[in-house]
């Protein structure tokens, strides 16, 4: 096996293990009992489950450097793709998010995947047209523009900046632009606002330069331990920040970028240790299954959800039906609802194996 394909299996793994987790958060038997690890903050703060999005952006961001660098050396025009791809997973997200009405009214716009579409396009346009140095920059350049609008820029209407829920410059610019196709469950904001889209773009940079940093040609021990001394200064640089500019996932501050950045580079060498320098690797084969195919296990566990909440099974769904009838009647409420999302992320590991096995990888 060669360096580059031990790397890309240390991704995988990474990879796999944040799709785990996303399903794990995002299908819940009841929200109103779930362990507290497992939802987001309410606003200021962090828990687990705020880790899932960003590790996907560094995540993209690395995997640009894989993918596009032999281009880019190459001279080759790529932009064309590069604008259909985006396309396609923006046009993806927005579909989901109308699933199962479709009503025009309220179809909500901003999304998981319409963000990581839209900075997908973006950062890999700035991958292709600039040097690691200013891709470094522009990152810099990313967190400190989003720090200035969103604490000195006075809100419209308001006077003054603000970080309260629903009263941020970003919030204002969403209901201005976007009207009523905000998330559901907020209406006044969205948690992946147009403007939250500057300092994600930073967080995909960061995984750039980490996948840049991978593909160096230098002793596997110093790089690696190299990552995980930035990975942790990172991490206590966000943690500082964040006493004046607070971490908050909803808002995707700059000192979120910080944090998480150095929470996924620490992630990352920790996986590469454990798999590639020591060779544990009897527990990943279920991670590479998700791992190889991000995008498609994505849609299944997002459209299994939808089908569920769909159903109707008396005055309920099929979704709180099973909760209710399979699982909270011998589990307490909190252990029942794990143990639902746990038969979930089971579900879409089966899904994940067959595609796996058939050699089915599903990409745009």
């Known amino acids: 096996m060669t360096e580059q394909a031990k790397r890309l299996q240390s991704l995988d793994v990474f990879r796999g293990l944040t799709i785990a987790l996303m399903i794990l958060v995002n299908c819940p038997g009841n929200g109103d009992t779930t362990y507290r690890a497992l939802l987001h903050a309410a606003w200021h703060g962090n828990t687990p489950t705020d880790e899932v999005f960003p590790f996907f952006l560094f995540i ?7 993918s596009l660098t032999r281009r880019k050396e190459a001279g080759e025009n790529v932009y064309k793709k590069i604008l259909i791809r985006t396309l396609w997973i923006v046009g993806i997200g927005i579909f989901l998010n109308g699933a199962p009405e479709f009503n025009l009214a309220s179809w909500r716009i901003p999304g998981v995947l319409t963000r990581i579409g839209v900075v997908y396009g973006l950062t890999s346009f700035i991958f292709m047209k600039t040097s690691t140095r200013q891709q470094f920059w522009i990152a810099i350049g990313c967190l ?18 603000t970080l309260e829920e629903g009263k ?6 969403d209901r201005l632009l976007l009207g009523g196709h905000l998330y559901g469950q907020t ?27 991978v593909r160096r040609k ?6 690696w331990t190299a990552m995980f001394a930035i990975g942790f200064l990172l991490l206590l640089l966000g943690w500082l920040w964040g006493e004046v500019f607070p971490i908050n996932k ?22 590469w240790w454990l798999v590639d320098a020591k060779g544990y690797k009897g527990w990943i084969t279920p991670f590479i299954w998700f791992g190889m195919n991000p995008l498609a296990i994505y849609i299944c566990h997002e459209v299994i959800a939808i089908v569920l909440y769909s159903i109707p099974v008396g005055d309920t769904s099929a979704y709180h039906w099973i909760y209710e009838n399979v699982f909270h009647t011998w589990l307490g409420p909190y252990n029942a609802s794990l143990a639902f999302a746990i038969t979930m992320v089971l579900i879409n590991l089966v899904i994940a194996y067959v595609l796996y096995k058939r050699k089915i990888f599903i990409k745009v």
């Not at 993209?60 to 894989?66: L, P, S």
């Not at 941020?168 to 610019?173: F, I, N, S, T």
């Not at 230098?218 to 790089?223: H, I, S, T």
Request: net charge negative; hydrophobic share 50%.
């Open 144 to 161: 400190l523009s989003y720090w200035a609008l969103m604490t000195l820029v006075p809100v419209p209407g308001l006077g003054y900046a």
């Open 60 to 66: 993209v961001g690395i995997a640009i450097t894989f």
């Open 187 to 213: 209406v006044i904001y969205d948690p992946e606002s147009i403007l939250g889209t500057i300092p994600s773009v930073a967080t995909c940079l960061a995984g750039v330069l980490t996948g840049t940093w």
């Open 250 to 271: 909803k808002l995707w501050t700059s000192s979120y970028v910080l944090y998480h950045s150095g929470l996924a580079l620490l992630t990352l060498s920790t996986v």
């Open 218 to 223: 230098m002793e596997d021990g110093e790089k």
């Open 168 to 173: 941020d410059l970003g919030a204002w610019l």
